[in-house]
């Protein structure tokens, strides 16, 4: 998790909704600024899993990675 100016930036949020949704709890229980972004790493599927629940709850967050992720 990277603090900006903007707010929260999460690398890689994990390998499953379930996973994702702990992941916010946790980053809620550190910060509460908004996540605005996510950013993947690569297209291995353990590393972006997670981006529906992080986007379920910050439907205007943006997510970034390799453009075969994207795909």
Same mark, same amino acid.
């Given at each position: +998790? &990277?603090? !900006? *100016?903007?707010?929260?930036? #999460? #690398?890689?949020?994990? *390998? !499953?909704?379930?996973?994702?949704?702990?992941?916010?709890?946790?980053?809620?229980?550190? *910060?509460?600024?908004? +996540? &605005?972004? &996510?950013?993947?790493?690569? #297209?291995?599927?353990?590393?972006?899993?997670?981006?529906?629940?992080?986007?379920?709850?910050?439907?205007?967050?943006? +997510? *970034?990675?390799?453009?075969?992720?994207?795909?």
């Amino acid at each position: +998790i &990277v603090q !900006t *100016s903007a707010g929260l930036v #999460i #690398i890689d949020p994990g *390998s !499953t909704v379930q996973v994702g949704e702990n992941v916010l709890t946790d980053v809620k229980n550190i *910060s509460d600024l908004p +996540i &605005v972004a &996510v950013f993947n790493t690569h #297209i291995h599927c353990e590393h972006w899993l997670a981006n529906q629940a992080v986007k379920a709850a910050y439907p205007e967050l943006t +997510i *970034s990675g390799h453009p075969e992720m994207m795909a």
